[in-house]
C-alpha cells in the first residue's frame, strides 16, 4: 500500500482513525471494484472505525432507471455484506437516507472553483461517453465525494487509483475551507493500493484499459457473482501478448494484469508466480487465474443469495447504518452552516 505511513515517533491515538469510502450501485461489483476497493475494505474492518456507503445519489449523475436503480441498491448493500462488510464493526448506509449529503454539497460548491472541477479526467471521459447528457451534477459530482469523505472526518479513503483526482480535490477543497472559515475538517489520506496490489485492475479483453461494468466487450469484464464456468471463460480468453513468458515486465499489459489478480486472489508473490509458471504456456497460467478466481468468489455468491432472501434483516441493517452515519455527519453539517455564517433555527 502507498501513503500510509506508520509514524514510529508518534504515540498511537486513543482513537482509531476513521475510514470512509463508497460505491456506486450501478450494477453488480466488478472484480475491478472487489479488488480495488472492496476487499481492502473488509481487511481495515478491525483496525479503524470504518464507515462505507452505497452511493445512490452519485449513480443518477448518469440516467438511470428508477425501478431498476432501487433494487441495485438494495443488491449492492446485500453484495457488501456478502463481500464480509460487518454491520456490527462497521457503519454501512445508503447515501441518500442521510440528508447532510446533499446539503454539504452546496456549501462545499462554494468553496469549490469551476477551473478545478473542468480538470478532472473522469468529468471529460463521461462528458464523451453521455454527450446527450453532460448534467450539472456530472460536472460537480467530485463536491459531492468531497462531501462524503468530509462529513464523517475520515482519516483515510481507501480507493482504486481512478478515485485518486477526485481524493486530491477532497482534500484540496477541505484545506481552502479550513483556511478560510478556521480548523472544520480533517484533511483525508488516500489508501491506494499500488496498481500491482490490484489499485487499478484493466479489462481483460483490452488490458490497456480499467476493467469497468461499461466495458463494450462482455468478455472484457468479471463480475464478482459471475458462475464459475463463466468466470474461468471469460479467463480463457482474456488477451495477453505473442511472447511465452509469464514474468511481470513492462509491455506486458494483459500478463502484468493476470498476474496482479492471481497474486491479489492467492496471496503469491510477482517472483513465485514467475516461478511457478517457468516454462509454462499462457493456457496453463490463464486456467490457473480463473480457477483461483472462481474459487475466491465462491463464498461471496452463496452469502449474497442468503442475505438477499433476508428482507428484513437486510432493511434492520440500512435503518441502523443510516441512523449511525446520521449521527456524524449531522455533527459536520451543524459545524460547517455556524462556520459559514447561517442562522441557527
Ligand atoms: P465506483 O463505484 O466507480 O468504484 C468503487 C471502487 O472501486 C474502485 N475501482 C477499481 N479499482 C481497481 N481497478 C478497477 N478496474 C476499478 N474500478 C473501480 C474505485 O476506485 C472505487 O474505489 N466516486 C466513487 C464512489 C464514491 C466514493 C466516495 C469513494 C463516492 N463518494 C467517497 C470514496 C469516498 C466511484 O464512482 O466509485
Not at 501513503?3 to 514510529?8: L, Y
Not at 509454462?280 to 449474497?304: C, Q
Request: hydrophobic share 35%.
Amino acid at each position: 500500500m502507498e501513503n500510509i505511513e506508520q509514524n514510529a515517533q508518534n504515540p498511537i491515538p486513543e482513537r482509531k482513525k476513521r475510514i470512509f469510502s463508497g460505491i456506486q450501485p450501478t450494477g453488480v461489483f466488478t472484480l475491478g471494484n472487489y479488488l480495488g476497493a472492496i476487499k481492502n475494505w473488509k481487511a481495515l474492518q478491525d483496525e479503524y472505525d470504518c464507515i462505507y456507503s452505497i452511493v445512490n445519489m452519485h449513480a443518477i449523475t448518469v440516467r438511470q432507471d428508477p425501478a431498476e436503480l432501487r433494487k441495485r441498491t438494495l443488491e449492492s448493500y446485500a453484495l457488501a455484506l456478502a463481500c464480509g462488510i460487518d454491520p456490527e464493526k462497521s457503519i454501512l448506509f445508503i447515501q441518500s437516507h442521510v440528508p447532510a449529503h446533499a446539503e454539504a454539497n452546496w456549501v462545499l460548491s462554494c468553496s469549490t472553483q469551476f477551473g478545478e472541477l473542468s480538470r478532472m479526467t473522469q468529468f471529460k471521459d463521461k462528458s464523451a461517453k453521455h454527450a446527450d447528457n453532460i448534467n450539472a451534477g456530472l460536472f460537480t459530482y467530485p463536491v459531492l465525494m468531497a462531501g462524503d469523505i468530509l462529513l464523517y472526518q475520515a482519516d483515510v479513503v481507501p480507493v482504486g487509483v481512478d478515485q485518486k483526482q477526485h481524493l486530491e480535490l477532497a482534500r484540496d477543497v477541505a484545506e481552502r475551507f479550513n483556511n478560510l472559515y478556521g480548523k472544520t475538517f480533517t484533511v483525508p489520506e488516500p489508501y491506494i493500493a499500488s496498481s500491482r496490489g490490484g489499485g487499478k485492475i484493466m479489462s481483460l479483453s483490452d488490458p490497456t484499459k480499467k476493467m469497468s461494468k461499461s466495458d463494450e466487450n462482455p468478455k472484457g469484464c468479471v463480475y464478482i457473482l459471475d458462475e464459475p464456468n463463466v468466470i474461468i471463460k471469460k479467463f480463457k480468453s482474456a488477451v495477453t501478448d505473442s511472447d511465452m513468458e509469464v514474468a511481470y515486465r513492462e509491455g506486458k499489459d494483459g500478463i502484468n494484469n493476470l498476474m496482479t489478480i492471481y497474486g491479489a486472489v492467492t496471496g503469491f508473490s510477482m517472483d513465485s508466480i514467475e516461478r511457478d509458471f517457468e516454462g509454462k504456456g499462457y493456457g496453463d497460467f490463464k486456467k490457473s487465474v480463473g480457477e483461483a478466481v472462481a474459487e475466491h468468489l465462491a463464498p461471496i455468491r452463496e452469502n449474497y443469495s442468503r442475505y438477499l432472501s433476508e428482507k428484513a434483516y437486510l432493511e434492520d441493517c440500512y435503518r441502523k447504518g443510516a441512523e449511525q452515519a446520521e449521527r456524524i455527519a449531522q455533527r459536520t453539517i451543524d459545524k460547517m452552516y455556524k462556520k459559514v455564517g447561517f442562522v441557527a433555527r
